[in-house]
């Protein structure tokens, strides 16, 4: 927690690791829940090798998208825009859902001055992605 408040952190990206069991998971779950509480979660995805649906990675973009609209409604016409424009966004690569679907619209609405991202107004600035190793593909790791 002390990393995510700290508005002068040098990194952006915080990797909890150790050996199978150590408990990341239950430590990851926790700071999603803190991270809810205190307006702070943009969004979440926990892969489970053993729930359908959650051991494969083609549902990984569109879920942080759906949370990210929730969380950041100023992108939600900018998403709506990108699927209009390009509908099989997602049944493409990881890669490029990540980029009109997340990137772009967040950058497109960054910018837009008519219902823009007010960046004055504290937002949600954590997601959590827990259980790479558990997706089924095992291409995804690359990802």
Same mark, same amino acid.
């Given at each position: 927690?002390?990393?995510?408040?700290?508005?002068?952190?040098?990194? #952006? %990206? &915080?990797?909890?690791? @150790?050996?199978?069991?150590?408990?990341?998971?239950?430590?990851?779950?926790?700071?999603?829940?803190?991270?809810?509480?205190? =307006? %702070?979660?943009?969004?979440?995805?926990? %892969?489970?090798?053993?729930?359908? @649906? #959650? =051991?494969?990675?083609?549902?990984?973009?569109?879920?942080? !998208?759906?949370?990210?609209?929730?969380?950041?409604?100023?992108? #939600?016409?900018?998403?709506? =825009?990108?699927?209009?424009?390009?509908?099989? &966004?997602?049944?493409?690569?990881?890669?490029?859902?990540?980029?009109?679907?997340? !990137?772009?619209?967040?950058?497109?609405? @960054?910018?837009?001055?008519?219902? @823009?991202?007010? %960046?004055?107004?504290? #937002?949600?600035? !954590?997601? !959590?992605? *827990?259980?790479?190793?558990?997706?089924? *593909?095992?291409?995804?790791?690359?990802?």
């Amino acid at each position: 927690m002390d990393w995510i408040e700290d508005m002068d952190r040098q990194t #952006r %990206f &915080l990797w909890l690791h @150790g050996p199978a069991g150590a408990g990341k998971s239950a430590i990851e779950q926790t700071i999603a829940e803190w991270c809810y509480k205190m =307006n %702070f979660l943009a969004a979440s995805f926990f %892969f489970s090798r053993s729930i359908s @649906g #959650r =051991n494969e990675k083609t549902l990984l973009i569109t879920t942080i !998208v759906d949370q990210l609209i929730v969380s950041i409604p100023e992108i #939600r016409e900018h998403v709506g =825009n990108a699927l209009y424009n390009n509908p099989s &966004l997602p049944t493409r690569s990881l890669e490029a859902q990540m980029d009109a679907l997340i !990137v772009k619209t967040l950058e497109t609405a @960054g910018s837009s001055s008519a219902g @823009g991202i007010d %960046f004055m107004n504290p #937002r949600p600035k !954590v997601i !959590v992605l *827990d259980g790479l190793d558990e997706c089924g *593909d095992p291409e995804s790791k690359y990802y």
